[in-house]
């Protein structure tokens, strides 16, 4: 059975099988197991009702967008709930169009006492037809605002269905450090927000080709009453695919354990929307899923690009403003880690600056990392010009819950033996006086016990930035009279 992702902030649990991994402070997706649905006496099926209200719980939201829908009477009351073990868990409030659902849910004590909502641990959440068929894609997240006492629940891309009346099944299986069982079942009809969007065609002139070599298609744009979006086609050349398959080559041997592949789908497009001032319209890829459905193999796929809805009373620009690509690019140092006690190693080469801070044994950075043993650590600095990631992802076995794979990095002592990145954080500082991107990193292995004599830190592959700048005026949907 598909099933959502959904995280909750400041905690992250791991995809099932091999799963990549950022290193850093990040929070990451995950993969919701198929739990069954409990069936306890409590448990609640309640209908909303479609009414515009002056309060609402999303009063407290800081999405302008969300509170305008409100305004214009797309909320639902709901106020469904379910007690276990002396605690409550009720949805109050849903606001739900055809990119995102939002729930507003509150947990209280038996002394009706509200416990923070990031307590609550989720077994469960998905969007099904009435008949119980999960409606496929959907993805969720948690945002936690005003006052502490609210939840937002949010659905993003709520799948592609014909169907307009929905059910929304959200569990709980722990608050704080209490098991139980908290099921709900919550009603959405999306006919009346439906209604109120509409999706306008682009002009198919308007497709562009970037100096590497992806060809851009603008599809159509969609309104809804929370946000707007458009849907793009993308794929390569032929020139540019054989240029890929070069690159690949290219690092072919020379990453540590990673079977070298041909990176078609590593990239990303970066826009911004603007009105006829330059003003810039709010960026909505956080709050909305943005999904990609691949064509083909070889990077040709349909993607989207979601923001605030825009005013009829202006005219507004789509700007696609870079792309960012993952490809070739060498950066080595060599030290020994005895020398960090004078003054920092660093490399000025080909433009390009790196330089090793230190070398200690830490705490983990990451979640995956075994806790009870210290971590080598090795902090450094670079100066790089168009770079803005170094490759760092790692692969880790769910069975074993082992480290079996890194990207872009090798660490290696003088003796050839070769350490596993293991976790560590990636910071973006800023820029330099030469313009360069001023980036700082810890990298961390579990694997070194000891400080070697002499150690090489090798990287293989970076996230490249192209700055660009096609323009394409945005069709506006006509007032209805």
Same mark, same amino acid.
């Given at each position: 059975?598909?099933?959502?992702?959904?995280?909750?902030?400041?905690?992250?649990?791991?995809?099932?099988?091999?799963? $990549?991994?950022?290193?850093?402070?990040?929070?990451?997706?995950?993969?919701?197991?198929?739990?069954?649905?409990?069936? +306890?006496?409590?448990?609640?099926?309640?209908?909303?009702?479609?009414?515009?209200?002056?309060?609402?719980?999303?009063?407290? =939201?800081?999405?302008?967008?969300?509170?305008?829908?409100?305004?214009?009477?797309? $909320?639902?009351?709901?106020?469904?709930?379910?007690? %276990?073990?002396?605690?409550?868990?009720?949805? !109050?409030?849903?606001?739900?169009?055809?990119?995102?659902?939002?729930?507003?849910?509150?947990?209280?004590?038996?002394?009706?006492?509200?416990?923070?909502?990031?307590?609550?641990?989720?077994? !469960?959440?998905?969007?099904?037809?009435?008949?119980?068929?999960?409606?496929?894609?959907?993805?969720?997240?948690?945002?936690?605002?005003?006052?502490?006492?609210?939840?937002?629940?949010?659905?993003?891309?709520?799948?592609? *269905?014909?169907?307009?009346?929905?059910?929304?099944?959200?569990?709980?299986?722990?608050?704080?450090?209490?098991?139980?069982?908290?099921?709900?079942?919550?009603? +959405?009809?999306?006919?009346?927000?439906?209604?109120? $969007?509409?999706?306008?065609?682009?002009?198919?002139?308007?497709?562009?080709?970037?100096?590497?070599?992806?060809?851009?298609?603008?599809?159509?744009?969609?309104?809804?009453?929370?946000?707007?979006?458009?849907?793009?086609?993308?794929?390569? *050349?032929?020139?540019?695919?054989?240029?890929?398959?070069?690159?690949?080559?290219?690092?072919?041997?020379?990453?540590?354990?990673?079977?070298?592949?041909?990176?078609?789908? /590593?990239?990303?497009?970066?826009?911004?929307?603007?009105?006829?001032?330059?003003?810039?319209?709010?960026?909505? *890829?956080?709050?909305?899923?943005?999904?990609?459905?691949?064509? %083909?193999? @070889?990077?040709? $796929?349909?993607?989207?690009?979601?923001?605030?809805?825009?005013?009829?009373?202006?005219?507004?620009?789509?700007?696609?403003? =870079?792309?960012?690509?993952?490809?070739? @690019?060498?950066?080595?140092?060599?030290?020994?880690?005895?020398?960090?006690?004078?003054?920092?190693?660093?490399?000025?080469? /080909?433009?390009?600056?790196?330089?090793?801070?230190?070398?200690?044994?830490?705490?983990?950075?990451?979640?995956?990392?075994?806790? /009870?043993?210290?971590?080598?650590?090795? *902090?450094?600095?670079?100066?790089?010009?168009?770079?803005?990631?170094?490759?760092?992802?790692?692969?880790? %076995? /769910?069975?074993?819950?082992?480290?079996?794979?890194?990207?872009?990095?090798?660490?290696?002592?003088?003796?050839?033996? +070769?350490?596993?990145?293991?976790?560590?954080?990636?910071?973006?500082?800023?820029?330099?006086?030469?313009?360069?991107?001023? +980036?700082?990193?810890?990298?961390?292995?579990?694997?070194?016990?000891?400080?070697?004599?002499?150690?090489?830190?090798?990287?293989?592959?970076?996230?490249?930035?192209?700055?660009?700048?096609?323009?394409?005026?945005?069709?506006?949907?006509?007032? %209805?009279?």
């Amino acid at each position: 059975m598909d099933q959502p992702t959904f995280v909750m902030p400041d905690q992250a649990v791991a995809y099932k099988r091999k799963r $990549s991994r950022l290193l850093g402070s990040l929070v990451f997706p995950v993969s919701i197991s198929c739990v069954l649905l409990l069936t +306890i006496s409590v448990s609640s099926y309640v209908s909303p009702t479609f009414v515009a209200y002056v309060k609402s719980l999303f009063d407290g =939201s800081s999405d302008k967008e969300l509170q305008y829908a409100v305004q214009e009477g797309f $909320s639902q009351k709901v106020n469904a709930s379910v007690t %276990d073990q002396g605690y409550t868990l009720e949805i !109050k409030e849903i606001l739900a169009d055809p990119m995102r659902i939002v729930a507003v849910y509150s947990i209280k004590d038996q002394q009706n006492n509200f416990i923070h909502p990031d307590k609550l641990h989720i077994s !469960k959440v998905e969007v099904t037809d009435l008949k119980g068929n999960v409606i496929k894609e959907t993805t969720t997240y948690g945002v936690n605002k005003r006052e502490e006492n609210y939840g937002y629940l949010t659905l993003k891309n709520p799948g592609e *269905t014909e169907e307009q009346k929905l059910l929304l099944q959200f569990e709980g299986n722990q608050i704080d450090s209490v098991k139980g069982n908290w099921p709900l079942k919550v009603p +959405i009809d999306l006919e009346k927000s439906i209604t109120a $969007s509409k999706m306008l065609p682009m002009n198919k002139t308007y497709t562009y080709t970037t100096p590497q070599g992806l060809q851009i298609n603008l599809n159509s744009v969609m309104y809804s009453l929370t946000a707007a979006r458009v849907e793009y086609e993308t794929k390569w *050349t032929e020139e540019a695919k054989k240029r890929l398959v070069q690159e690949s080559k290219q690092v072919k041997g020379r990453i540590a354990s990673a079977a070298p592949y041909v990176r078609y789908d /590593d990239y990303k497009l970066n826009f911004h929307v603007e009105n006829e001032k330059g003003e810039k319209v709010k960026d909505l *890829t956080w709050e909305l899923d943005t999904p990609r459905k691949a064509v %083909d193999e @070889y990077g040709h $796929s349909i993607r989207k690009y979601g923001f605030a809805p825009l005013s009829p009373d202006h005219q507004y620009t789509l700007v696609l403003d =870079s792309l960012v690509k993952t490809e070739p @690019y060498k950066l080595d140092i060599s030290f020994e880690p005895k020398q960090l006690a004078d003054k920092p190693v660093r490399v000025d080469k /080909d433009g390009k600056t790196i330089e090793i801070k230190s070398v200690t044994f830490d705490k983990p950075q990451n979640e995956a990392s075994p806790k /009870d043993e210290k971590h080598a650590t090795i *902090t450094l600095e670079a100066y790089l010009k168009d770079i803005v990631q170094i490759t760092d992802r790692i692969l880790v %076995d /769910d069975d074993t819950d082992k480290i079996i794979n890194h990207f872009g990095w090798t660490i290696k002592d003088e003796k050839g033996k +070769i350490y596993n990145v293991t976790g560590g954080d990636f910071k973006m500082i800023g820029k330099d006086e030469q313009g360069r991107n001023h +980036i700082r990193m810890k990298l961390q292995s579990y694997e070194m016990k000891e400080l070697p004599q002499k150690l090489s830190l090798t990287s293989e592959l970076a996230e490249k930035s192209y700055d660009l700048d096609w323009r394409v005026p945005l069709p506006m949907p006509k007032e %209805d009279k």
